[in-house]
Nanobody, 115 residues
Framework: QVQLVESGGGLVQYGGSLRLSCVGS????????MAWYRRAPGKQRELVAT????????FIQDSVKGRFTMSRDNAKNTVYLQMNGLKLEDTAVYYC????????WGQGTQVTVSS
């Protein structure tokens, strides 16, 4: 069973950048299309971006287009989310998982954007 650990979040000013990482332990990680999700305070978890087994972003939510990019390194069992031009509404806990949420959810990483 793959375990997911997200990292890279933090407090950042409006317009700043962060790079999130998600490492999957165990075999099978590189066999799946992966995704980044986020849950903002008081809201349901939403899909942010997806990446195929090989390659980079294939889907990106409209609200983050032009600002966020997803990539992966299968040799390291890691997916990334590069976030630029951060806005207050990007404040959320960010998670990674397969596009179907196959693996147990990790703890996520908190991103807080301040004005």
């Amino acid at each position: 069973q793959v375990q997911l650990v997200e990292s890279g979040g933090g407090l950042v000013q409006y317009g700043g950048s962060l790079r999130l990482s998600c490492v999957g332990s165990g075999s099978g990680f590189s066999d799946y299309a992966m995704a980044w999700y986020r849950r903002a305070p008081g809201k349901q978890r939403e899909l942010v971006a997806t990446s195929p087994v090989r390659g980079h972003t294939t889907f990106i939510q409209d609200s983050v287009k032009g600002r966020f990019t997803m990539s992966r390194d299968n040799a390291k069992n890691t997916v990334y989310l590069q976030m630029n031009g951060l806005k207050l509404e990007d404040t959320a806990v960010y998670y990674c998982n397969t596009i179907t949420g196959r693996f147990p959810w990790g703890q996520g990483t908190q991103v807080t954007v301040s004005s």
